[in-house]
Nanobody
Framework: VQLQAFGGGVVQAGGSLRLSCAAS????????MGWFRQAPGKEREFVAT????????NYELSVKGRFTISRDNAKNTVYLQMNGLTPEDTAVYYC??????????????????????WGQGTLVTVSS
């Protein structure tokens, strides 16, 4: 599946942004979706994931309570609503799609290697 992320920009600390990731070329509901980010000089890290139906989500600890991942399977789009942004959230944000399935409903793809397809990234800059 091809993924295109957009919605990044410059925002002041405490502000909000909503990222979107549009999918094409595949059956969107067959994929768990995730967001990762890569800050300058750091490795890419997991941010959030949502399962195929959209009912189950999982978050990296530092964004839990501030970020919300959601999806609209009718629109082939996954979102990341980011509130209470801090300069530490400055990064290029990537969306990714995973075909991995787990025996447990409480297991989620949180590693890069668990994702098959990646979008090009969108830059989020949070000024202090």
């Amino acid at each position: 599946v091809q993924l295109q992320a957009f919605g990044g920009g410059v925002v002041q600390a405490g502000g909000s942004l909503r990222l979107s990731c549009a999918a094409s070329g595949g059956t969107f509901s067959n994929y768990a979706m995730g967001w990762f980010r890569q800050a300058p000089g750091k490795e890419r890290e997991f941010v959030a994931t949502v399962n195929r139906s959209g009912r189950n989500t999982n978050y990296e600890l530092s964004v839990k309570g501030r970020f919300t991942i959601s999806r609209d399977n009718a629109k082939n789009t996954v979102y990341l609503q980011m509130n209470g942004l801090t300069p530490e959230d400055t990064a290029v944000y990537y969306c990714a799609a995973s075909t991995k399935r787990y025996a447990s409903s409480t297991s989620y793809p949180v590693h890069e290697w668990e994702y098959n397809d990646w979008g090009q990234g969108t830059l989020v800059t949070v000024s202090s």
